[in-house]
């Protein structure tokens, strides 16, 4: 999401990628994932947060995506893992695990080149077991999406070669060995999907074509992204097809095994020059969504919360008209509401692990 300008996200949060899409509404046969970020917070507030989304759209999604960084407690990671990934399955949902290699210790060398070395092999182990216990425990039929280290070619991760001595090969190698390593566990193709996902434009001085892990590492292709609007000093108002069609021609380019495409977060801010226009950005949605069509997108992530500008589409300071719930009069945008309404597919898959696994690997 964020510019080298600004970057410190550090915390849990939770992405929500709704119901199967059919794009009748835009006169084509197009099948996606639609979703939505909460907000940031306690995650049972969170999930509060997204069952009032849920009211508003009158529909549940059937993936919630969990943020988590590896330099939590041993305490916070099981509560992660077991609490809220578990808290997310019963309601009927599959996790995104979106998993921020984070490590606090500070040896010598990039950290893409440290983990690969086996630096934190216990560290690593924990979690590949933490993960397998958790698909393998109570009905033994859960599955998740896993995004580990994403938006590699941009500067405000520490995955994202910044250490001066960092390539883009030590964060492929890295890849490789998360994947390895989860590999060696009972977990199939059917119980994990892996999402790697870069910034929609070059950053940090490395395209993210040298970050590919390669076909045989990579289950769904991803591109992050947004109009910033007039927001920043920096940033002027961008379409959708601006913002992410360059990105997606290099990856589909890059990739050989036909992968999905994912968009894990974009959104739009309201902010034009001399003020805020609330009506655009409900137009710059309805744009994206055909544009989205247009692209094959399998599966798109809106972040539904106002951080450095107005993103939200949904209970946040502005929108394009309001609706009661909880007793409050929330602002929403109809624009948003109705690209949804148009597209989701509302009835749900009889396969009890919430997709099918066609569904589930973004498979027509």
Same mark, same amino acid.
């Given at each position: 999401?964020?510019?080298?300008?600004?970057? %410190?996200?550090?915390?849990?949060?939770?992405? %929500?990628?709704?119901?199967?899409?059919?794009?009748?509404?835009?006169?084509?046969?197009?099948?996606?994932?639609?979703?939505?970020?909460?907000?940031?917070?306690?995650?049972?507030?969170?999930?509060?947060?997204?069952?009032?989304?849920?009211?508003?759209?009158?529909?549940?999604?059937?993936?919630?995506?969990?943020?988590?960084?590896?330099?939590?407690?041993?305490?916070?990671?099981?509560?992660?893992?077991?609490?809220?990934?578990?808290?997310?399955?019963?309601?009927?949902?599959?996790?995104?695990?979106?998993?921020?290699?984070?490590?606090?210790?500070?040896?010598?060398?990039?950290?893409?080149?440290?983990?690969?070395?086996?630096?934190?092999?216990?560290?690593?182990?924990?979690?590949?077991?933490?993960?397998?216990?958790?698909?393998?425990?109570?009905?033994?039929?859960?599955?998740?999406?896993?995004?580990?280290?994403?938006?590699?070619?941009?500067?405000?991760?520490?995955?994202?070669?910044?250490?001066?001595?960092?390539?883009?090969?030590?964060?492929?190698?890295?890849?490789?060995?998360?994947?390895?390593?989860?590999?060696?566990?009972?977990?199939?193709?059917?119980?994990?999907?892996?999402?790697?996902?870069?910034?929609?434009?070059?950053?940090?001085?490395?395209?993210?074509?040298?970050?590919?892990?390669?076909?045989?590492?990579?289950?769904?292709?991803?591109?992050?992204?947004?109009?910033?609007?007039?927001?920043?000093?920096?940033?002027?108002?961008?379409?959708?097809?601006?913002?992410?069609?360059?990105?997606?021609?290099?990856?589909? %380019?890059?990739?050989?095994?036909?992968?999905?495409?994912?968009?894990?977060?974009?959104?739009?801010?309201?902010?034009?020059?001399?003020?805020?226009?609330?009506?655009?950005?409900?137009?710059?949605?309805?744009?994206?969504?055909?544009?989205?069509?247009?692209?094959?997108?399998?599966?798109?992530?809106?972040?539904?919360?106002?951080?450095?500008?107005?993103? %939200?589409?949904?209970?946040?300071?502005?929108?394009?008209?309001?609706?009661?719930?909880?007793?409050?009069?929330?602002?929403?945008?109809?624009?948003?509401?109705?690209?949804?309404?148009?597209?989701?597919?509302?009835?749900?898959?009889?396969?009890?692990?919430?997709?099918?696994?066609?569904?589930?690997?973004?498979?027509?």
């Amino acid at each position: 999401m964020w510019s080298s300008r600004r970057r %410190a996200l550090r915390t849990m949060g939770i992405v %929500a990628s709704s119901g199967l899409a059919g794009c009748q509404g835009f006169g084509r046969d197009h099948r996606m994932l639609v979703g939505v970020f909460p907000g940031e917070g306690d995650p049972q507030e969170q999930i509060r947060s997204l069952g009032r989304h849920e009211e508003w759209l009158s529909m549940r999604p059937p993936v919630v995506t969990l943020f988590t960084g590896t330099d939590l407690t041993e305490r916070w990671t099981r509560e992660r893992i077991e609490r809220a990934m578990t808290a997310v399955w019963e309601r009927g949902q599959i996790p995104l695990l979106t998993w921020e290699p984070f490590v606090s210790d500070g040896p010598e060398g990039p950290l893409e080149r440290r983990i690969h070395e086996g630096r934190y092999d216990g560290l690593l182990g924990e979690w590949t077991d933490l993960l397998e216990s958790w698909v393998f425990s109570g009905d033994q039929r859960r599955r998740f999406y896993f995004r580990p280290a994403h938006e590699m070619n941009g500067d405000w991760y520490p995955w994202a070669t910044v250490h001066p001595d960092a390539t883009p090969e030590d964060y492929v190698r890295m890849w490789r060995t998360l994947h390895d390593r989860l590999g060696e566990t009972a977990l199939k193709p059917t119980h994990v999907q892996w999402i790697w996902s870069p910034n929609w434009e070059d950053v940090g001085g490395h395209a993210a074509e040298e970050y590919y892990p390669g076909d045989e590492y990579v289950d769904w292709l991803g591109v992050d992204g947004y109009n910033w609007g007039a927001s920043q000093e920096w940033s002027t108002w961008r379409s959708a097809r601006e913002v992410f069609e360059p990105m997606i021609d290099r990856l589909r %380019a890059l990739a050989g095994n036909d992968a999905p495409l994912s968009i894990p977060e974009y959104g739009s801010s309201s902010a034009v020059e001399g003020g805020f226009d609330p009506e655009r950005k409900d137009e710059w949605i309805a744009e994206t969504f055909d544009f989205f069509a247009d692209a094959d997108v399998r599966m798109a992530n809106w972040f539904d919360f106002d951080k450095e500008t107005d993103w %939200a589409v949904f209970d946040g300071v502005r929108g394009t008209a309001t609706v009661r719930i909880d007793g409050e009069d929330r602002p929403t945008y109809d624009g948003y509401r109705n690209a949804v309404t148009e597209s989701i597919d509302t009835t749900e898959p009889e396969d009890p692990r919430v997709l099918t696994d066609d569904q589930f690997a973004g498979r027509r």
